[in-house]
């Protein structure tokens, strides 16, 4: 079983929509989590660190379930610069290194 | 600041021939980090430097050597490359761990290697 797995889609949907990616971990001890932004042929950059009680920037909103294993990624009123790859980061041992998911990839369309 | 830079951007290797990949951050971070990146398999770690003098294995170490060769600089190493070495390589930087267990790691832009 992968440490970190996420679903790689492709999820296309259209402007305006809901859609929420999940994630799910296998290191039961891990410290945190984090939802990095994939462009196409460029470096991930870091969208938002997921903390326990959950947090939201702007559209975006993260949740993290400690019982079951997973965090959640929900982006609104999807735009078409949302379209990128999605990854999944957790640091499972309070050191700098972390494993990322292989990413989930959406396509906003008009 | 220029953040996290790296050379080559591409790169063309015919099997057995060495290179290095030179990564250099200006952002005064202890900690550094190789990676490489493959269709369907995510980042994995290479090898990582804690602070300038410290290297150690991630997961994929076979193949690559490191050398941090100044808190700034961090280069990997193919001594004799393989097919299964086309790949992205990325490098990332971070500063001291928060009490979160981790602070954002920034990349650089990635070389992109072929090895025929």
């Known amino acids: 079983r992968k440490e970190v797995e996420q679903d790689p889609g492709p999820f296309n949907v259209p402007e305006g929509a809901t859609v929420a990616f999940n994630c799910t971990y296998s290191?039961?001890?891990?410290?945190?989590f984090f939802w990095y932004r994939q462009d196409c042929r460029k470096e991930p950059k870091l969208l938002m660190s997921?903390?326990?009680s959950g947090n939201e920037d702007g559209r975006f909103t993260a949740q993290l379930n400690r019982a079951s294993q997973y965090i959640s990624l929900l982006i609104r009123d999807s735009k078409l610069s949302d379209s990128a790859t999605y990854l999944c980061?957790?640091?499972?041992?309070?050191?700098?290194?972390?494993?990322f998911g292989q990413g989930t990839t959406l396509q906003v369309k008009p | 600041n220029a953040g996290v830079t790296q050379t080559p951007k591409f790169q063309v290797l015919k099997t057995g021939q060495s290179m290095t990949l030179q990564c250099a951050q200006d952002?005064?971070?202890?900690?550094m980090y190789w990676y490489r990146q493959d269709p369907g398999m995510g980042l994995r770690l290479i090898y990582y430097?804690?602070?300038?003098?410290?290297?150690d294995k991630g997961e994929v170490p076979n193949g690559y050597n490191v050398s941090r060769l100044n808190k700034r600089e961090f280069s990997l190493r193919l001594e004799s490359a393989a097919p299964s070495q086309t790949s992205v390589y990325f490098c990332?930087?971070?500063?001291?761990?928060?009490?979160?267990?981790?602070?954002?790691?920034?990349f650089g832009p990635g070389t992109r290697l072929t090895v025929l």
């Open positions: 990332a930087s971070s500063g001291q761990f928060s009490g979160r267990g981790g602070n954002e790691q920034f």
């Open positions: 290191n039961s001890a891990s410290q945190s």
């Open positions: 997921v903390y326990s």
């Open positions: 980061v957790v640091n499972p041992s309070n050191t700098g290194k972390l494993i």
């Open positions: 952002m005064n971070h202890n900690s």
């Open positions: 430097s804690a602070s300038e003098g410290t290297t």
